[in-house]
T-cell receptor, first 114, second 115 residues
């Protein structure tokens, strides 16, 4: 069965410092991996995805993520955090073969302090 | 920028009542989804819909749930007889393509409270 783990409920980082939000996954077949962000009272906003090819993918707002097949991980990163990055971040996976449902992790709350 | 919209933003109902949650997907999208998030829990897939048919559904999506695209723009989720445990945030999403690799665009959600 597919699953996604986000081991940290909350990540705290100082503004200007690099940030990492961790995600590991379990899926049979080739994974498609996604990161979404949720701001208060808003829906989930797509940040980036990995389908195939280069393991480092770049997305919106300066975020990037690195796919690591051997570690089954897809960690979200940003070189320099902004206070406005504070939000709830969700990792999600789907799989090849015509399946289109997303399986989400529990979410990680990112708090960027001035 | 096109976006998915949902109405109402908050719905309060009595247990046993029927509710209909409404969504307007992005206009050129062909695939539609419903997810829900019980407070403090994960976002869970309910159902996907394409070409006026359910293409995939989860074990949560039992006979009490139904979906419909009644016209060219709306996509609805109906719960026939609500239970307390149906209280959750319900998200509608749409995507242009299938195959799992296309990003889904989510609406702001409808918070359903069953009393």
């Amino acid at each position: 069965a597919q699953s996604v783990a986000q081991p940290e409920d909350q990540v705290n980082v100082a503004e200007g410092n690099p940030l990492t939000v961790k995600c590991t996954y379990s899926v049979s077949g080739n994974p498609y991996l996604f990161w979404y962000v949720q701001y208060p009272n808003r829906g989930l906003q797509f940040l980036l995805k990995y389908i195939t090819g280069d393991n480092l993918v770049k997305g919106s707002y300066g975020f990037e993520a690195e796919f690591n097949k051997s570690q089954t991980s897809f960690h979200l990163k940003k070189p320099s955090a902004l206070v406005s990055d504070s939000a709830l971040y969700f990792c999600a996976v789907s799989r090849s073969g015509g399946y289109n449902k997303l399986i989400f992790g529990a979410g990680t709350r990112l708090a960027v302090h001035p | 920028e096109p976006e998915v919209t949902q109405t109402p933003s908050h719905q309060v109902t009595q247990m046993g009542q029927e509710v209909i949650l409404r969504c307007v997907p992005i206009s050129n999208h062909l695939y539609f989804y419903w997810y829900r998030q019980i407070l403090g829990q994960k976002v869970e897939f309910l159902v996907s819909f394409y070409n006026n048919e359910i293409s995939e559904k989860s074990e949560i999506f039992d006979d009490q749930f139904s979906v419909e695209r009644p016209d060219g723009s709306n996509f609805t989720l109906k719960i026939r007889s609500t239970k307390l445990e149906d209280s959750a945030m319900y998200f509608c999403a749409s995507s242009e393509y299938l195959a799992g690799y296309d990003e889904q665009f989510f609406g702001p959600g409808t918070r359903l409270t069953v009393l």
